[in-house]
């Protein structure tokens, strides 16, 4: 099976080297931070992807 990536277009250049958190449909921007720790305590809403935001838009998803 195929998966479709997910629309990532909120995350914007300066979130590159930061951790956030998105709603579970990946359109809002919840949380940004230098790290894991400050983005979850930012960020309270159940369901949220959490995710390091990699150099040219890459992403490496937090299964939480």
């Known amino acids: 099976a195929i ?3 997910p629309n990532l277009t909120v995350l914007k250049q300066q979130h590159v080297n ?3 958190a998105l ?3 990946y359109k809002k921007l919840l949380a940004v931070g230098d790290t894991l720790a400050s ?3 930012r960020s309270q809403q159940s369901g949220k992807v959490v995710m ?3 150099p040219g ?3 490496a998803p937090l299964a939480h």
């Open 57 to 59: 838009l890459l992403y």
């Open 3 to 5: 998966v479709k990536s």
């Open 39 to 41: 983005v979850l305590k």
């Open 52 to 54: 390091k935001v990699l």
């Open 18 to 20: 930061k951790w956030v």
């Open 23 to 25: 709603s579970p449909d």
